[in-house]
């Protein structure tokens, strides 16, 4: 059959319309979006008919039915009603996973969010007064109480952070900072280009691996508006390596009354090392050795919402909060009312263990991971064409926190001759809730680390899915 009596094989609206199929989608859908999708996908086959490349023994005739229309209808309007960013099940073991959201909120911090959503709050007005009040008050309290800080304020990410920082206090100045700590997170946070755009001049100093004070004292200039100092979150420098500790540098930096900043990446607030992780520097620790201004992210380590928390000095905290970027940089109610619950959970550590996601999930034995492998296997049938099998491996924090680090973990290891594991991984990324793996020797791992236990059995009804089309 030529394409010219293909075309003509496609039925008429009307005649698509009057199918039964089309009273059902009328229940759930406008007339107006029924016809949207009619057009949709009978435009589709006009297009598919008519291109180039097209080859009529690889055509179904069937699709050309008013009824196989309705049904590819149905799929076009469930979704384009669907969200297109949809909660996603994390099994690729990567913790702090920002392509899928960084941090999970806690329970406390995701009902403050709803909270606000719904009412109005008092984000920025004094309840004795009536009067307007201050944004940031909500969180700094308890900030202060955290990490020792005289002051602080809440921007957007971290990122925004330091543009603020350096912007606020050397704008059209030098900033002096050690070559060993020029670093890029990500692909889009590069400490010299942030330094850049916020009109600050760098300044390099030693080399990649070694610096001494010496070496900051020797660029002092008139012009030298701060030191920065960065914290190398997502690498290490091994080796012969040399750095000046926070105290000396502020030492001699005060005496010519020169500000010390500290951009920590991640920051913790209490040392982890009780729970089985190597040594990271606390933002108290940066603030007890006397740098002015510190900066890090709501949504790593510290296992709240996106934000860039800034800490330190009263009087370089006025200069920031009198800055114009800020109102640029100003962080939402949404945001303020999640740090705010979450902060609250550090008053007592094992509470913030048990209670916010990224921690727990840090902190929490092997045992309990291979626990939620082993509720998943029982939910998964028997396949004669996969083998599926319950192994160790090494899960990862993410996020450029703890670069080197590896966690135990469990993990279902699915093998096929059947299909590729990139194939299979295609395939679950397209579930109601996507899944997304990892792939290791060829074999698709899901990986319990980043399973939430709420999700296990939803994870397993979709791979049960998933591998029975298969079979
Ligand atoms: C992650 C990171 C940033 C960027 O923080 P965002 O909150 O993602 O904007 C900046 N500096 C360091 C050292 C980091 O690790």
């Known amino acids: 059959m030529g394409k010219e009596e293909l075309l003509k094989l496609i039925p008429a609206v009307n005649d698509i319309l009057s199918e039964n199929k089309s009273e059902k989608i009328k229940n759930d859908y406008s007339r107006a979006d029924l016809?949207?999708?009619?057009r949709y996908v009978t435009d589709n086959l006009r297009t598919k008919i008519l291109a180039d490349d097209f080859s009529e023994t690889n055509f179904d005739q069937e699709s050309l039915k008013a009824e196989k229309i309705l049904d590819s209808v149905k799929i076009y309007l469930k979704n384009i009603y669907r969200p297109e960013m949809s909660p996603a099940i994390n099994a690729t073991g990567v913790v702090i996973h920002t392509n899928l959201g960084r941090s999970?909120?806690?329970?406390?911090?995701?009902?403050?969010?709803?909270?606000?959503?719904?009412?109005?709050?008092?984000?920025?007005?004094?309840?004795?007064?009536?009067?307007?009040?201050?944004?940031?008050?909500?969180?700094?309290?308890?900030?202060?109480?955290?990490?020792?800080?005289?002051?602080s304020l809440v921007v957007n990410n971290n990122a925004a952070a330091v543009t603020l920082v350096l912007a606020a206090i050397a704008e059209d100045k030098e900033v002096v900072i050690s070559r060993g700590e020029l670093v890029e997170i990500g692909g889009s946070f590069?400490?010299?280009?942030?330094?850049?755009?916020?009109?600050?001049?760098?300044?390099?100093?030693?080399s990649t691996n070694k610096v001494y004070l010496k070496d900051y004292l020797n660029a002092v200039t008139e012009e030298t508006g701060a030191f920065l100092k960065v914290h190398t979150s997502n690498?290490?420098?091994?080796?012969?390596?040399?750095?000046?500790?926070a105290e000396d540098l502020v030492n001699d930096a005060h005496q010519r009354d020169i500000p010390v900043i500290e951009d920590l990446g991640s920051g913790i607030i209490f040392d982890l090392?009780?729970?089985?992780?190597?040594?990271?520097?606390?933002?108290?620790?940066?603030?007890?050795?006397?740098?002015?201004?510190?900066?890090?992210?709501?949504d790593k380590l510290l296992g709240g919402p996106q934000a860039g928390i800034i800490v330190g000095k009263k009087k370089y905290i006025k200069k920031l909060e009198h800055h114009p970027l800020l109102r640029a940089l100003r962080v939402d109610k949404f945001t303020l009312a999640a740090l705010e619950a979450t902060l609250k959970l550090y008053r007592n550590f094992d509470d913030a263990v048990d209670k916010i996601p990224t921690l727990k999930m840090l902190t929490e034995s092997a045992e309990k991971v291979m626990q939620r492998a082993e509720?998943?296997?029982?939910?998964?049938?028997?396949?004669?064409n996969f083998t599926l099998k319950i192994e160790k491996d090494t899960a990862r924090i993410g996020g450029g926190s703890y670069p080197l680090t590896e966690i135990k973990t469990y993990v279902l290891t699915i093998d096929s001759e059947l299909i590729s594991s990139e194939e299979l991984a295609y395939k679950l990324r397209q579930a109601e809730m996507p899944i997304f793996s990892r792939i290791k020797n060829q074999k698709l791992i899901i990986d319990l680390k980043t399973v939430q236990p709420a999700e296990i059995k939803l994870l397993a009804a979709e791979i049960n899915q998933v591998l029975r089309e298969e079979v």
């Not at 309290?141 to 800080?149: M, S």
């Not at 590069?190 to 030693?206: C, I, T, Y």
């Open 273 to 298: 090392q009780s729970y089985g992780l190597p040594y990271e520097p606390t933002v108290k620790e940066s603030i007890d050795a006397g740098i002015d201004l510190v900066t890090f992210s709501g």
């Open 235 to 245: 690498y290490r420098i091994q080796g012969f390596t040399a750095t000046v500790e």
């Open 35 to 38: 016809l949207e999708g009619i």
């Open 375 to 384: 509720k998943l296997f029982s939910y998964l049938d028997e396949y004669d």
């Open 190 to 206: 590069r400490v010299p280009e942030v330094m850049e755009q916020s009109g600050a001049r760098l300044v390099e100093v030693g």
């Open 104 to 151: 999970l909120l806690a329970d406390s911090a995701a009902e403050a969010v709803n909270n606000v959503a719904l009412h109005y709050s008092t984000l920025e007005i004094n309840r004795d007064t009536g009067e307007r009040g201050d944004r940031y008050s909500s969180v700094q309290d308890i900030i202060k109480k955290l990490t020792g800080a005289e002051a």
